[in-house]
């Protein structure tokens, strides 16, 4: 399991969050169970961090919130994707990639000296 | 999703909102743990540790929100500012002609406020830029600067060097140093050597610590140092100015011991001022400073500085901490009194000495010579723009209020969508805003231009004043401020106007009753403009018309002399080294050749000339008359060669002129004016009779002329005597002067003059040959610039208040326009019409006329010493004024009258 404190998964968190509302508008809780669910409990989010995060993005413009009914009609906020949000989710997701690739052609090489 | 409406608003809400959203999620959690078995307690309490310290993130997530709001709140503020500004330019797209001249007028209004205002500022109000010019204190008079005389009184406009000598020691107990300066003319630079091409800079010498005092510190090089003045002729250095570096040396950095000639002197370039420094005189920027040690060096034909009766300096110091104005006034005072006692040569000029009147007055605006005399001619203008302006502002007001009230079922729709008052005011501002912000940046533009127009204009064919202009920090100020006061004057009133609107009235009245009320009651703020407008522009026609009856009166005044017919000859004979003896011989010969051409009836020579500038006074002790005050004992005069009645055209009264034998060695004659006759001898002629002139000469009446204006055309004839040149009883002449009458157009004899005088000595340097209209025309510059400018302002006084009469007149009618119709149906004449709408115009006019009167009579009082031979409240001049302004309010008012009288009673009826 991967520590919550080690910057890959601080910077990763963000991530996380915009592609949890990707599909559409979700609470905070529900973020939080999509990425437990998701991610088969390999991440362990911290849920307090989650919540100063959503309201970070939202700040940054990436994330709309606004309150709605939850399905057990609870007052609850829903967070969306921003236009600005879309994008920067998308380049980071192909960043995210790239530097995966990257790193595992490293890790998997089989001899000491490049082809 | 369902959305929820929000009942809560802004920042307050901000941390009640994130408990609720926290609440939210614990309790989610709790519910799904206790799914799972646990019990509710425990569930809570795992939810809880999960989530982790629940304070602190509330606390985070709370600072963000806020700053996101604090941002939002910002945005739409610019959002809104945008919006109202985007909408004002589509509102003064829609009715471009009226915004182009809302603009115009403004920029015209704003323009010549701020021309005038640069002017009041460069010569007026600015002060040196010098270290602390507040500390800096003038003695002497310091619009006598550039000015020299020498008198056996003793005096203090001016001071000599020996009076600097002694005082500047003893004024060590109140100032810090005291400076001099005192001006040099005919300075003849050679910066290639002595073969190289001369030129004429300007300079002034000044004592050795003239730099230190102001306080000036060098751009490169050194200034003078306090030794240089105290050895005579001994310190052949020289400091320049930046500009005079530039433009001369363009800008050579090793310009620092370079060395020029001077006056045909070697002298070194020890030091450049910096670019800042224009030099101690306000309107005149200064190329060299030379040390006061050198004047015998650089004028060997006329050093002053040993002659105690050189009166050419003036004295600059600078206080030291503690010692106000009035304690160095006083000290001053003492000090030059006590100097000039120790220096009179006999006990009459000791007592003389002692009640001298001493000025003593702040430095910081340097010194000028042309504050005072533009000083009044300013104000006044500066009163009449800003007289303008607020007619101009009346006039725009007017304009948006009529297109307030056509805008008034706009408000009401506004208002009725749920617009809020303060939102519509804050848009018509904003629309005022922007028309003041165009009008101020056309009129800067125009006040670019005007105030170098007016430069022109005052400097009338002469040299331009190098006044700084430029739009300064302070005109840049004035313009806003002008633009901002503009605003609140011509956008709050119909703001405030139009958003007092009543939705259900606004949409009621848009169907005007057809027999309505009568003209005034619709529009009574317009009309109130109105009035207004017209008693301003009857002070600013009033005003005018008085200048330009002044002028014409200065114009056509007698002066005494064949005006039209004389060229006066201004020579440098000094400078070719003419004095006593050998320069009478010349104005002699000079005489004799020119009356030889064939088109100069008459020649003579005067020492001071004609309108040329420089004046003579001494002493005059009349037998049997007892003087009541010192100036009953003092009189102008001048020394005039012989045929000077004959060559000048003036009249004789009593008595004959001068002679070629009025000559050194036969009786001593003087010939008197009217005045001083007058005053002295009553109507009696005084012909035969002797007077005592000066501190010893006894002279014989031989004439009396009538009163010649000679060096002013404004104020009454002053007492004057004129004495034999060529038997000087008063001291040798150092001036020549020769005045030509001629038998036609003088100035077609201009250059046989020039010619005729280089035959005689082809290297005396002639000064200037001007025909004397000229050289009186030029002395009333100042009269004419204001007459003119302000005939100017009053004809745009006059075109506003037409307008704005037009504008009100119209209006009026077309609101009337169902009634007239219907007074036409029942069988109004037409002319009965138009006498209707004249007549209530005419009461507008008539309202402004007499509340203008008396605002008149109060401001012609402020001309009065602007105004020659006509009263403040000449008569003509208010007729004149009255007959104007009633003929263009006619004109003005005549067009919708008689648009009125055309209307059709069945297109009257139709339009309801």
Redesign the interface.
């Known amino acids: 399991m991967l520590s919550p404190e080690s910057g890959l998964v601080r910077g990763t968190l963000d991530v996380l969050i915009l592609k949890a509302v990707s599909w559409g508008?979700r609470?905070?809780?529900a973020v939080?169970e999509w990425i437990r669910v998701v991610t088969d409990d390999q991440l362990l989010v911290?849920?307090?961090?989650l919540?100063?995060a959503?309201?970070?993005l939202?700040?940054r413009g990436l994330l709309a919130a606004?309150?709605?009914?939850?399905d057990n009609n609870?007052?609850?906020?829903?967070y969306q994707l921003s236009r600005a949000g879309r994008s920067y989710l998308r380049a980071e997701v192909s960043g995210w990639e790239r530097y995966v690739q990257a790193v595992t052609k490293a890790l998997t090489a089989v001899s000491p000296n490049p082809a | 999703m369902r959305p929820v409406i929000r009942t809560r608003f802004g920042r307050r809400a901000v941390p009640r909102e994130v408990e609720d959203e926290l609440a939210f999620h614990l309790e989610m959690r709790a519910r799904q743990l206790m799914e799972s078995g646990l019990t509710h307690e425990a569930a809570i309490e795992e939810a809880r540790r999960r989530f982790g310290d629940v304070g602190e993130v509330r606390d985070t997530c709370v600072t963000y929100d806020e700053e996101r709001l604090r941002s939002m709140n910002r945005l739409s503020i610019f959002h809104d500012i945008r919006q109202d500004l985007v909408y004002a330019g589509r509102m003064l797209r829609r009715a471009p002609a009226v915004s182009l001249v809302v603009i115009l007028t403004l920029a015209l209004g704003i323009g010549a406020n701020t021309a005038i205002f640069s002017l009041v500022n460069a010569v007026l109000l600015k002060k040196l830029d010098v270290n602390a010019p507040d500390e800096l204190v003038v003695v002497g008079d310091p619009a006598r600067v550039g000015g020299m005389g020498f008198d056996s009184n003793p005096r203090a406009d001016l001071n000599s060097y020996t009076t600097y000598r002694a005082l500047a020691d003893q004024a060590r107990g109140w100032v810090s140093g005291l400076a001099a300066t005192g001006r040099v003319d005919r300075l003849e630079l050679r910066a290639d050597g002595a073969r190289g091409e001369a030129e004429r800079p300007r300079g002034r010498m000044v004592s050795g610590n003239y730099f230190e005092v102001l306080g000036v510190r060098p751009f490169l090089g050194r200034t003078f140092n306090a030794a240089e003045d105290d050895v005579v002729g001994g310190a052949p250095v020289v400091v320049i100015s930046h500009g005079y570096w530039q433009r001369r040396f363009a800008g050579d950095s090793s310009i620092v011991g370079r060395e020029v000639l001077i006056n045909e002197a070697r002298y070194t370039i020890v030091g450049v001022t910096p670019p800042s420094f224009m030099g101690e005189i306000v309107g005149q920027s200064l190329d060299v400073w030379i040390p006061l040690g050198m004047q015998a060096v650089l004028l060997p034909n006329q050093p002053i500085l040993d002659d105690t009766q050189a009166y050419w300096l003036l004295f600059i110091g600078r206080r030291l901490p503690g010692v106000s104005l009035e304690q160095a006034r006083s000290a001053f005072t003492d000090a030059v009194r006590g100097t000039l006692a120790a220096q009179a040569t006999t006990s009459a000029l000791v007592d003389q000495a002692r009640t001298v009147e001493v000025r003593v007055s702040s430095g910081a605006r340097g010194l000028s010579r042309v504050r005072n005399t533009y000083r009044a001619p300013l104000l006044i203008l500066m009163a009449g723009v800003g007289l303008l302006l607020l007619i101009i502002c009346a006039n725009v007001a007017n304009i948006l209020m009529a297109r307030a009230v056509a805008r008034t079922r706009e408000m009401s729709v506004r208002l009725a969508i749920g617009a809020g008052r303060g939102r519509l005011i804050r848009q018509l501002l904003t629309e005022s805003l922007l028309l003041a912000a165009l009008g101020s940046a056309a009129g800067l533009v125009v006040s670019g231009w005007m105030s170098r127009f007016l430069l022109v204009l005052a400097a009338d064919g002469g040299t331009v004043l190098p006044l700084d202009t430029g739009v300064g920090v302070a005109a840049l100020g004035f313009t806003s401020a002008l633009g901002l006061v503009a605003v609140v004057a011509f956008g709050l009133m119909p703001a405030l106007r139009a958003s007092r609107v009543e939705v259900a009235t606004a949409m009621r009245a848009s169907g005007k009753g057809l027999t309505g009320s009568g003209m005034g009651e619709r529009n009574p703020l317009g009309r109130l403009l109105i009035a207004s407008q017209v008693a301003l522009s009857v002070i600013l026609i009033a005003g005018a018309t008085l200048l330009v009856r002044s002028l014409q009166h200065l114009q056509h005044v007698d002066t005494g002399i064949a005006r039209d017919r004389l060229l006066v000859v201004d020579l440098d004979a000094n400078a070719r080294g003419y004095s006593e003896t050998r320069l009478t011989t010349l104005a002699s010969q000079l005489q004799v050749r020119l009356a030889q051409v064939p088109e100069v009836a008459a020649v003579s020579f005067t020492e001071n000339g004609i309108f040329i500038g420089t004046e003579s006074a001494t002493n005059v002790a009349v037998p049997g008359y007892e003087p009541r005050q010192q100036s009953d004992s003092i009189s102008f005069y001048d020394q005039v060669g012989p045929g000077f009645v004959n060559g000048t055209g003036a009249r004789l009264i009593h008595g004959r002129d001068f002679t070629e034998a009025d000559r050194e060695g036969t009786a001593r004659v003087v010939l008197l004016n009217e005045s001083f006759s007058t005053h002295y001898f009553g109507n009696e002629s005084p012909v035969g009779r002797t007077i005592r002139v000066g501190d010893s000469a006894y002279v014989e009446i031989v004439g009396v002329v009538a009163d010649v204006k000679d060096q002013s055309l404004v104020g009454p004839a002053r007492r004057r005597f004129y004495v034999s040149y060529l038997q000087h009883p008063l001291g040798s002449a150092s001036i020549v002067r020769m005045i030509v009458r001629t038998q036609g157009d003088p100035v077609r004899v201009i250059p046989t003059v020039r010619h005729v005088i280089t035959t005689v000595d082809a290297d005396l340097p002639i000064r200037s040959v001007a025909p004397l209209s000229r050289l009186m025309r030029q002395s009333i510059s100042e009269e004419r610039l204001l007459a003119t400018l302000a005939t100017v302002f009053g004809i745009a006084a006059l075109l506003l208040a037409a307008i704005g009469l037009y504008g009100v007149m119209s209006y009026a009618v077309s609101r009337r326009a169902g009634e007239i119709g219907l007074r036409v149906a029942l069988g109004a004449q037409r002319g009965a019409v138009i006498r209707m709408v004249l007549r209530d115009a005419l009461l507008l006019v008539g309202i402004g006329i007499v509340a203008g009167i008396p605002l008149t009579l109060g401001a012609s009082r402020i001309i009065r010493s602007q105004l020659h031979g006509v009263g403040p409240a000449d008569p003509v001049a208010f007729v004149v004024a009255l007959g104007v302004l009633a003929l263009g309010a006619v004109t003005a008012a005549l067009v919708p009258a008689v648009r009125a009288s055309r209307v059709a009673p069945v297109v009257a009826l139709r339009a309801e």
Request: hydrophobic share 15%; glycine share 12%.
């Open positions: 508008p609470h905070g809780y939080a911290e849920e307090g961090p919540y100063t959503l309201h970070r939202e700040r606004e309150w709605g009914y939850s609870r007052k609850a906020r829903y």
